[in-house]
């Protein structure tokens, strides 16, 4: 039986096993959050996210950086009930699609501490950037030039920022791998001096600075600054958008960098190489929401063949990432947690490849237990879908002991709410 000290740093911050053997997160008790809103559930510890919010903002305060901007990649977990929580707490937010800024808009975010990013955006969405007041629009290919040249600022010029592709590439995934030269995101150095010279020219767009992101979880933070340099070899600029990156704990092994010596890290270089007085950007996702979040899930059946395969309520409609990159999650059930049961943890779906953990190590799972998998914050429900016509789980915010429901389980009517 696991401990309160036992408990993995994998969990929302103030998580613990509770005197009648069952995990708390924000001080709710885990089977009773099943209980009153069913499974599957994403369930995000509120005080988590604030603090991680609150990380970043004084790391860059004692670095000794106070012209900064710590800007939520939305993508991570794009809810209007989170975005809105880093809004109050200070936060500019990066959106990459009209959906995305739409709910920043509706979340409370100041439109000109918006930053807008995208490979493959269209007139509409630029436009409705430009209508809005969006601070910043990235610019990622000579494409969005010609766009952004096209559309009526009523006499306005918008500040953009060239997005440079350093060929440096983050040790992660290949799927989410971007500052390699071979990439779909960005300009390379020499397209990138091409788009500057042709900015420099232009009486529309006002060309601030430079932005770059060479990938995301990641676990080493070297790779940064020879990005950076290339960056700095550019020109010298009063803006510098570094991207986020920074990796999440997902098994109680992963040890990534604490976000103090990651933006650490980045000041230092940054003065080396761009000199003193510019204002920086940093775009974290993953490392403000995943460790917040969890998704409790409720057993199913237990088969026994070659394996142990334990079915639960949810799967890939809920947590793709398993299927899309092969991610690794621990499991744990909520009022027995340990165990030494080596079982399969699968969803529902019709796809062999519905593995939500592989060798998970259960105290003998039986139908009815229910089940919770950590680190789930970031793109679980940013890629919840509809597959076999299973509706969306609910957003649950936990703190002190309290429970809201933030977003509604999708009903079975919803699925077909669009229909003509």
């Not at 005197?19 to 995000?44: K, M, N, S």
């Not at 010279?197 to 676990?219: F, K, P, T, W, Y």
């Not at 933006?263 to 270089?269: D, E, I």
């Not at 409720?298 to 947590?319: A, E």
Request: net charge negative.
């Amino acid at each position: 039986m696991a401990t309160a000290q036992s408990l993995s740093h994998v969990f929302p911050q103030a998580s613990r096993v509770n005197p009648h053997g069952r995990l708390e997160v924000g001080g709710c008790d885990a089977v009773e959050l099943a209980r009153e809103f069913g499974t599957p559930a994403y369930i995000v510890a509120e005080d988590d996210l604030r603090t991680r919010a609150r990380a970043y903002l004084d790391a860059f305060r004692a670095a000794g950086h106070h012209d900064f901007q710590v800007t939520y990649a939305a993508k991570a977990f794009p809810c209007t009930a989170v975005m809105a929580l880093f809004a109050e707490e200070g936060l500019g937010c990066d959106v990459a699609s009209a959906g995305e800024l739409h709910l920043a808009l509706r979340a409370g975010f100041d439109p000109g501490r918006l930053v807008f990013h995208g490979n493959a955006r269209s007139d509409s969405e630029l436009d409705r950037a430009v209508s809005a007041g969006v601070g910043l629009i990235v610019i990622d290919n000579f494409d969005d030039i010609d766009r952004l040249d096209r559309l009526d600022r009523r006499g306005a010029r918008q500040p953009v920022l060239i997005r440079v592709t350093p060929g440096v590439a983050g040790a992660t995934h290949a799927k989410i791998s971007t500052g390699q030269a071979d990439s779909k995101f960005g300009l390379g150095p020499a397209d990138a001096r091409r788009a500057i010279e042709r900015l420099a020219g232009s009486d529309r767009l006002e060309l601030v600075g430079l932005h770059m992101h060479i990938g995301s979880q990641l676990l080493d933070l070297t790779p940064y600054r020879a990005a950076m340099a290339v960056l700095g070899d550019l020109g010298r600029f009063p803006v510098y958008d570094l991207g986020g990156g920074l990796g999440a704990a997902y098994a109680p092994a992963d040890r990534p960098p604490p976000i103090e010596d990651f933006v650490a890290a980045l000041v230092a270089a940054a003065s080396a190489l761009f000199g003193p007085g510019r204002r920086l950007l940093v775009e974290p996702g993953r490392s403000l929401v995943a460790n917040a979040g969890v998704t409790l899930y409720t057993v199913q059946t237990v088969k026994r063949n070659v394996s142990t395969w334990v079915g639960v309520d949810g799967g890939m409609s809920d947590n793709l990432r398993p299927m899309l990159y092969g991610a690794h999650y621990e499991a744990e059930i909520v009022d027995r947690l340990g165990g030494d049961t080596l079982c399969h943890l699968t969803g529902k779906h019709c796809e062999s490849g519905d593995l939500i953990v592989r060798d998970a190590r259960l105290d003998d799972p039986r139908p009815g237990d229910v089940l919770v998998t950590p680190a789930t914050g970031a793109y679980g429900y940013a890629m919840a879908n509809n597959y076999n016509g299973v509706p969306r789980p609910p957003v649950v915010f936990c703190r002190d002991g309290d429970a809201r429901l933030v977003v509604r389980r999708e009903t079975l009517d919803d699925l077909h709410a669009r229909d003509l």
